[in-house]
């Protein structure tokens, strides 16, 4: 009978002389780490240092910035290729070297005898033993992250962040203030935190996007975006906590036609937050800000009315700034 996944993480830290760490206990509840899968696979140097490379300009050879690894990253990559060959049920499908972390694609082709958890242990300890003779001392931060891709077309979708991992990272450098966390911002008698351009707070033309819930045909919803969508191509920045269906419709297509956004969220930055996907697009571009005015929580919790109506509210007041 194959072990329970708790029943896997004591085992696996009485064997590597562990406690079992919070890390183990980040991996998904119902998912079976044996089997047949794609995962996308983050591992952390501690400390953030950036030992594993150096971010480079575009140039004649590489269309855009990119990462050049250093003598310890190439070894970080040799072993990456390695695992193939330690374990056969692996193909590795993508990897990205940054100087202070690593991204990895790969896919478990069929079940494992050992949990994926295994793996990523046996390549942190080997590229750990690397570290320690060439820097002394060993290399990334306990635990990792990884992403089961299991939705049509999520690892295309990876593939393409990995890929442009180095030129996201080239834009927050050379926009650092769109990406900085701002928790002590005053608008409308309270403090809120915000990430982006907040310049957009002052802008003369703006304007609130809020639609009501019962707006839900499709022919409806295309009247709300065609509207506040006139009024951005005008100038106008437009403003929104994107709660219900039309709000969210609105908000999308502004998003891809590039135009000014201050978008209000009910959960807060937490301290490594940073934004992804077209936010992380529209903050580099100056495009965004993002205003939070309660703090960041782990739970899943639904709206409530009154916080619904406290964000209608403060878009109200970001409006007449």
Not at 41 to 58: K, N
Not at 234 to 243: D, E, F, N, T, Y
């Amino acid at each position: 009978m194959k072990e329970s996944r708790g029943e896997h993480r004591k085992k696996w830290a009485a064997e590597h002389g562990l406690a079992a760490k919070p890390s183990m206990e980040r991996r998904k509840d119902s998912h079976n780490y044996y089997g047949r899968c794609i995962y996308m696979i983050t591992i952390v140097t501690e400390g953030r240092r950036p030992l594993l490379g150096e971010l480079q300009a575009a140039d004649a050879f590489h269309p855009q910035p990119w990462v050049k690894g250093s003598p310890l990253g190439s070894e970080v990559l040799r072993l990456w290729q390695v695992l193939p060959v330690k374990y056969p049920e692996i193909k590795t499908i993508g990897f990205q070297l940054m100087p202070d972390h690593v991204h990895g694609i790969v896919f478990v082709t069929r079940e494992m005898r050992t949990h994926l958890g295994n793996v990523v242990a046996w390549f942190k300890k080997e590229s750990n033993a690397i570290s320690t003779s060439m820097t002394g001392g060993s290399l990334w931060k306990s635990g990792f992250n990884d992403v089961v891709l299991q939705r049509d077309g999520q690892l295309a979708r990876m593939v393409e962040y990995l890929r442009d991992n180095p030129l996201r990272l080239w834009l927050k450098r050379n926009n650092a203030d769109f990406f900085t966390i701002h928790r002590s911002v005053a608008i409308g008698g309270e403090t809120v935190a915000t990430v982006g351009n907040q310049f957009l707070l002052g802008y003369p033309i703006k304007a609130v996007v809020q639609c009501s819930r019962r707006i839900s045909t499709p022919d409806a919803i295309r009247h709300e975006v065609d509207k506040y969508l006139t009024l951005a191509r005008h100038g106008a920045v437009l403003i929104s906590p994107c709660i219900s269906p039309a709000e969210k419709a609105v908000m999308r297509a502004a998003y891809d036609a590039n135009h000014l956004l201050i978008v209000l969220m009910e959960n807060g930055f937490s301290p490594l937050w940073k934004p992804g996907g077209r936010q992380f697009d529209a903050c580099a571009e100056g495009r965004l800000l993002l205003v939070a005015p309660w703090p960041h929580h782990n739970q899943r919790t639904a709206i409530t009315r009154q916080q619904c109506l406290r964000l209608n509210e403060l878009s109200r007041e970001i409006a007449n700034l």
